[in-house]
């Protein structure tokens, strides 16, 4: 899917070069021709060498980078940031520090690696305060992409209009184009279809007024998921298999597999299950060989979906264990190899220019030779103040190529360890079950999805253990805990495969039954009440008996219209449950 974050004007591969703003140069060139953009700038980085200006390689550079994340070219994406990481120290650039920064949270945030968003913000701070007004819009826009990738739609939205702003003040329709679209992206994350359309539209329309045609087809993929959930599935359809046109053209393959995933799921809205199956699979595949690990996790649910529809139940099963694998995978040998190429490339550079210099060198000495010699001596102490020279580069090239390494160390051990704590915020430490935050992700994720008209209603049942706080003051938390546990257990092998159950506080749990319909879920409700109270519990626990009280609420999509309103309408029923003497099911009146 296009995301309208790493844009370019037209590839300057005519003989008259373009004066174009700070950073902006190749942003359009960057999506609609990647593969000639990357080849190009390192043309002209081996052609002018040393002699390069800063501004002007920062530029390049940048373009090369942006590139490169449309084309999942992980070696040119490394090269340019390396480079600008050498710029921003040798030139004390900050903007060329700020450009290497918004470069790794770009690629880091869409394939689910390290803290991109951390990274963001930190290339951000490098530039705050910056009196250049084309720098400060520059800047402020990949902040708002950051965000709107990074699905945090309430703080992107304010940023991605603050972006428009700056971009009309400087009259720049390109520029709006990209926020418009980001902006987009905010709403439709937020599930405000209605506006999240109308913002893509405008992109487009700028986009229109910049000449910049392919980008507004490529934002016509947005507006497709868009017009699928208004309902609209032949024209999403349209709207998708033009972009996937353009984006095989120019060999964006993450664009390309975003948009098979959108016809697909149009295919599947029209009723074509086993058509859109056909066709998710073969995306998936084409995912799997390219290593697009952040973006396959999603495509592996929309395929799991397809899957249960064209009635393949033990695919959709891998497919869902798949995606909660990849979840939780975030360093892969393909980075490493990656790495490891790009310290090579560096180096073989330059040893290049380092060759060079010391041939030119030698000829101006043998020159020197020639001419008179009187001027031995000078000649031969010039030599050893150059071989002087030249050890202290090779110490300085060593100790840096520590430093690198050491580097690396610390930036996979930070990795792990970011993995580690990613999955221990979506656990409850006590019982291992998934928390609250957990429960949240997985509602609002379901509440997010397209559901056919006849298809039966979501249903939420919210449990809470009967007289708990007794039991914790007469026994003690200990034993308590042990209570919590032991129907803890009890839950996560009674909901099953099809229902998501999660501990939401103290003695309160959750459990999500996905288009499982009031009966179904009253059924289940009833099914667990007095399996928890049928409950052997051990002898050495001093409890008779354990109760719960359950209520129970249907999604409806009217009175019931968001995650809020649905907790809430099953709370109710909870205490409906609770005053009426516990040890029972209530019903939401709120549903039906």
């Known amino acids: 899917m296009f995301r309208g974050a790493w844009l370019g004007l037209l590839l300057a591969l005519i003989a008259t070069p373009v004066v174009a703003a700070p950073m902006n140069a190749f942003r359009e060139s960057a999506v609609t021709n990647p593969h000639g953009l990357i080849a190009f700038v390192r043309q002209q980085l081996d052609q002018a060498g040393v002699a390069l200006q800063p501004a002007r390689e920062r530029e390049l550079l940048w373009g090369m980078g942006t590139a490169a994340i449309n084309s999942n070219d992980d070696a040119a994406l490394a090269e340019a940031t390396l480079r600008l990481d050498g710029l921003a120290t040798v030139a004390h650039d900050p903007v060329a520090a700020a450009a290497a920064g918004f470069l790794r949270a ?17 290339a951000a701070d490098k530039v705050l305060g910056e009196s250049d007004s084309e720098v400060v819009a520059w800047a402020r826009f990949q902040l708002c992409d950051a965000y709107a990738l990074d699905e945090k739609p309430a703080k992107a939205l ?14 720049d329709d390109f520029g709006i184009g990209d926020a418009e679209n980001d902006v987009g992206i905010a709403l439709a994350t937020l599930n405000r279809v209605n506006d999240a359309a109308a913002a893509y539209e405008r992109s487009r329309e700028y986009y229109a007024r910049a000449k910049a045609e392919q980008l507004v087809v490529m934002v016509g993929d947005n507006l497709a998921q868009m017009y699928l959930k208004q309902g609209r599935a032949r024209e999403a359809q349209a709207l998708s298999e033009a972009s996937l046109k353009q984006e095989l053209a120019t060999g964006r393959i993450s664009d390309a597999l975003g948009s098979s995933t959108n016809i697909a799921r149009a295919e599947a809205a029209q009723g074509q299950h086993r058509q859109a199956y056909a066709r998710m699979r073969a995306a998936v595949a084409q995912a799997r060989k390219a290593g697009i690990n952040g973006q396959l996790i999603d495509m592996l649910k929309v395929e799991s979906q397809l899957a249960e529809q064209a009635g393949d139940l033990r695919q959709a099963l891998a497919d869902e264990r798949e995606a909660a694998q990849l979840g939780s995978a975030f360093e892969t040998p393909a980075l490493r190899a990656i790495e490891v190429e790009l310290e090579q490339r560096y180096a073989t550079r330059e040893k290049e220019l380092r060759i060079s210099e010391l041939e030119h060198a030698n000829e101006l000495k043998d020159l020197q030779l020639k001419a008179a010699e009187a001027e031995t001596a000078r000649r031969r102490e010039q030599q050893q103040r150059q071989r002087l020279v030249n050890l202290t580069i090779a110490l300085l090239a060593a100790a840096l190529l520590l430093i690198v390494g050491l580097l690396v160390l610390l930036l996979r051990s930070q990795r792990r360890h970011t993995a580690e704590l990613q999955a221990q915020t979506l656990r409850d430490p006590l019982t291992g079950m998934a928390n609250r935050r957990a429960f949240q992700q997985r509602a609002i994720e379901l509440l997010g999805r397209p559901r056919e008209a ?16 007794s039991i914790n003051d007469s026994i003690g938390h200990p034993q308590g805990d042990r209570v919590l546990r032991l129907l803890t257990d009890y839950l996560r092998g009674a909901v099953g495969d099809a229902s998501f159950a999660a501990r939401i506080g103290g003695e309160e749990f959750a459990v999500l039954c996905p288009q499982a319909g009031l009966t179904a879920g009253m059924r289940l409700a009833e099914t667990l009440r007095a399996g928890s109270a049928a409950l052997a519990l051990p ?54």
């Open 106 to 122: 770009r690629h880091d945030i869409a394939n689910g690696l390290g803290d991109g968003l951390g990274e963001a913000l930190k």
């Open 158 to 171: 304010p940023l991605c209009q603050q972006a428009v702003a700056a971009y009309r003040a400087l009259g």
């Open 454 to 469: 006849s298809a039966p209603l979501h249903v939420l049942l919210l449990i809470d253990i009967d007289h708990f706080k």
């Open 539 to 592: 002898k050495d626990l001093p409890v008779d008996k354990l109760t719960i009280s359950i209520g129970v609420a249907q999604f409806d999509g009217v009175r019931c219209h968001d995650l809020s309103s649905w907790m809430r309408a099953a709370d109710l029923a909870l205490y409906s449950a609770k005053s009426g003497g516990r040890d029972q099911v209530v019903a939401s009146k709120l549903v039906g």
